[in-house]
């Protein structure tokens, strides 16, 4: 787990699965995916987010793009000639 936010801005209801940007070296990484907040209220001073490490997943993920199960889930799901 990561925490960030609390100072002034944290996350809300509804923020859950997004991603915690950082800048790094110029560019921006997803380091976190939003997991909760504080049930108080949003923007609730000295209560951060609570975000998901991407980091600690790295390898889990690697190994499912690798696999090409990720690929089968969408094709079995999905219909991709759909038009939005």
């Known amino acids: 787990m990561v925490c960030a936010g ?3 801005n944290s996350g809300c209801s509804g923020d859950s699965g997004g991603p915690l ?6 560019r921006y990484y997803v ?4 997991s ?3 049930s ?4 609730t001073p000295k209560k ?4 998901t490490r991407v980091s600690a997943y790295i390898g ?4 499912i793009i690798a696999s090409g199960l990720l690929l089968m889930f969408f094709v079995a799901h999905y219909n ?5």
């Open 21 to 26: 940007n950082c800048k790094v070296k110029g």
């Open 6 to 8: 609390g100072s002034r």
């Open 48 to 51: 951060p987010t609570v975000f």
């Open 40 to 43: 108080l209220r949003c923007n």
């Open 60 to 63: 889990w993920m690697e190994g």
């Open 31 to 34: 380091h976190g995916v939003t």
């Open 36 to 38: 909760f907040g504080s």
């Open 80 to 84: 991709v000639w759909c038009v939005c």
